[in-house]
């Protein structure tokens, strides 16, 4: 190598070197800082003074010598340079200082005071153990090696080195509680398994009939765009002002919406603005995608998460309440449209930082700061999201995992389901509204992560409640691929699906979004049948031809429950052709001064085998485009009894 040139290695080390990182163990390129290739005592020394201790690199210099692999130690020798008070006031001042210090990154970063806290431990860490090791080692080191102010004695380095090892066993109880919050651990795989009950139930008996004029039509991502959008038509606010992208699905006087905070558009309008507050609030209807800036007139918003001091909610309510652990928080607002931080409390249940749930809630006037501190079973109905939604599918995922064991986890797996994958590496889970709650739904499949459903789960945000459904059928991503196959042609893109139920058969809804994220179509998926796909560009449409392929199907709504836009239709049978499609067996109708052609698919429509041309009927029947799709034979009127000779046309 040229003289004056230095290898990349060589470099490295010196800075590490500088750095206060003894790299005398690690070989250079002929010895880095010794003389020579055969590697002398003095090749890589660090010259501390302590003897030929670690410090020193010894034989172990030259061309990478024999010592192994290369390790590290830190040289705490640059705490010699820091200048240390000479009077015992000094010392008071310093720590008095080291106390302000300490209390202002505690304020600014606010973490739990509880053992559970994975943030606590983090910042005793970093400004407590770390600080308080550093000082002990050098100590000892300095008592050990001497100096010109300070002589060598054994029994102080003792001490100083037993005090080093305070913090490091501190940090060691952390990591142990880490541990044994394992599922590994005997015993904590059914603790995991029961953090969350479910109970199974029958879907046509527990999930209504849909509800169409109160369905959601729109997902968070399109919500968002309306928002947005309708933030622009306010010059006054959009100058000052931006929506936050937390928009919380609530149900707002019996009605689905998403709600979100104005905040501050940057440091200076908070400047400007923050003794006026923040005065309004973003909604937008999930059913009718009217978007809204709700003005609050005298009693703005002074607590929210743009606020950078004092008003900061995630400061304000910790600091409040320094002893609990807050999970994530959300924005809602009571029947009055009052707004509200719902902040919740989590606890671990299995060891330090595991099995994780909610005990209590802490609900924040957003405009007064004023607290409320509730049990869950407190709080008050209007409230929506208690439980976060990942926290709900985390709890069940522990329950479909560890049932039977942590064992059977990952060797036989027997029983061992999980919810389904979402697109783009989130979780996949949509909200439901139900019993003027909000519900997480989200589909269950087996371990062996395929295409298909054995179910699905639906947990209520508030109460965590949850039910499990049993039904076989294609997974949401698998649905949103045969609705999008509808309409490839115009390349849109189907929203995540909710579930709801359509004539007692569960049934996937999702709208279908175009380049920009505008919706332009709605698509229905039967989840048992997911090749039965409707696509309209209207909800009642999408709903009318859905019902009309159901009951091509041969299914039909239990005793009961009426479909929409049914019409009924008498006369006399004028002919009759039976014919198979995809393996069901349907008889096509025709009647006297009708030009209309009825499908009456079997087996649900069972009894058309008993009539005969000639015969009189009358039935219920949907529109279709080419037929119209009989729904239910009237019974009592027209049946003519089959005879020996009676031959069907």
Not at 44 to 60: E, F, L, Q, V
Not at 63 to 70: E, L, V
Not at 425 to 440: C, E, M
């Amino acid at each position: 190598m040229p003289v004056g040139q230095t290898s990349g290695l060589d470099a490295l080390l010196e800075a590490l070197k500088q750095s206060g990182v003894n790299t005398g163990n690690i070989g250079g390129s002929g010895g880095a800082r010794g003389t020579g290739a055969s590697g002398s005592d003095d090749a890589g020394s660090t010259g501390a003074g302590d003897g030929g201790s670690s410090t020193g690199g010894g034989r172990r210099g030259g061309h990478g010598g024999n010592g192994g692999g290369p390790t590290f130690s830190f040289d705490t020798s640059f705490m010699d340079n820091i200048k240390k008070p000479q009077s015992k006031g000094g010392m008071i001042a310093l720590v008095v200082v080291a106390i302000v210090v300490l209390a202002a990154l505690y304020w600014w970063f606010h973490p739990p005071i509880s053992i559970h806290s994975v943030d606590l431990w983090l910042f005793v860490a970093i400004f407590i153990l770390l600080p308080i090791f550093l000082f002990f080692t050098n100590k000892s080191r300095t008592y050990k090696a001497g100096s010109t102010k300070v002589a060598k004695d054994a029994g102080k380095a003792k001490t100083f080195k037993a005090l080093a090892a305070v913090p490091v066993v501190v940090a060691l109880v952390g990591v142990l509680g880490g541990v044994l919050s394992l599922s590994i651990i005997p015993g904590n795989a059914e603790k995991y398994a029961s953090v969350l009950k479910t109970d199974t139930l029958d879907f046509a008996t527990d999930i209504h009939e849909v509800n169409y004029s109160e369905i959601p039509v729109i997902d968070r991502d399109s919500a968002i765009l309306l928002g947005n959008r309708e933030m622009g038509s306010i010059p006054d606010y959009v100058s000052q002002f931006e929506v936050s992208t937390l928009y919380s699905q609530i149900n707002y006087q019996g009605e689905p919406v998403r709600v979100s905070p104005l905040g501050y558009a940057d440091l200076f309008k908070w400047f400007t603005n923050r003794e006026a507050g923040i005065p309004a609030y973003a909604l937008v209807n999930m059913t009718t995608q009217d978007a809204e800036i709700v003005r609050l007139g005298d009693s703005p918003i002074h607590y929210s998460q743009s606020e950078p001091l004092v008003r900061n909610i995630d400061r304000h309510v910790q600091l409040s309440y320094p002893f609990y652990m807050f999970d994530e928080k959300s924005f809602e607002i009571d029947e009055d449209g009052h707004p509200w931080w719902i902040c919740p409390v989590k606890e671990f249940t299995i060891g330090l930082f595991g099995g994780t749930t909610i005990s209590r809630v802490v609900m924040v006037d957003a405009t007064t700061g004023e607290c409320q501190d509730l049990a869950v079973e407190d709080v008050p109905e209007w409230v929506d999201r208690v439980y976060p939604a990942e926290l709900l599918i985390q709890q069940y995922n522990w329950y479909g995992t560890y049932l039977n064991g942590w064992l059977n986890s990952f060797l036989g797996q027997e029983g061992v389901v999980k919810t389904t994958p979402g697109t783009d590496g989130a979780l996949g889970y949509n909200y439901i509204a139900k019993d003027d709650d909000v519900w997480v739904y989200t589909g269950v499949t087996s371990a062996t992560a395929d295409n298909s459903i054995i179910g699905f789960v639906m947990v209520n945000q508030r109460t965590q409640e949850s039910h499990f459904y049993s039904v076989s059928g294609a997974t949401e991503e698998s649905a949103m691929e045969s609705a999008e196959g509808q309409v490839q042609n115009l390349r849109y893109t189907a929203t995540f699906p909710i579930l709801i139920n359509v004539a007692d058969q569960p049934t996937y809804f999702m709208a279908l979004k175009d380049g920009a994220g505008l919706v332009k179509k709605f698509a229905m998926v039967d989840i048992q049948r997911y090749q039965n796909v409707a696509v309209g560009d209207t909800v009642a449409d999408t709903q009318k031809t859905y019902e009309a392929l159901l009951a091509t199907n041969g299914v039909n709504a239990s005793d009961g429950t009426t479909l929409t836009d049914v019409l009924t239709a008498s006369g006399t049978i004028r002919s009759m052709a039976q014919a198979v499609i995809e393996s069901n067996s349907h008889f096509y109708v025709t009647l006297e001064g009708d030009s209309a052609i009825y499908d009456f698919a079997l087996p649900s429509l069972l009894d058309i085998v008993s009539y005969r041309v000639g015969d009189a009927i009358t039935f219920t029947y949907l529109e279709g485009d080419s037929t119209n799709v009989a729904y239910e034979i009237v019974s009592g009127e027209g049946n003519a009894p089959l005879t020996e000779n009676a031959e069907a046309v």
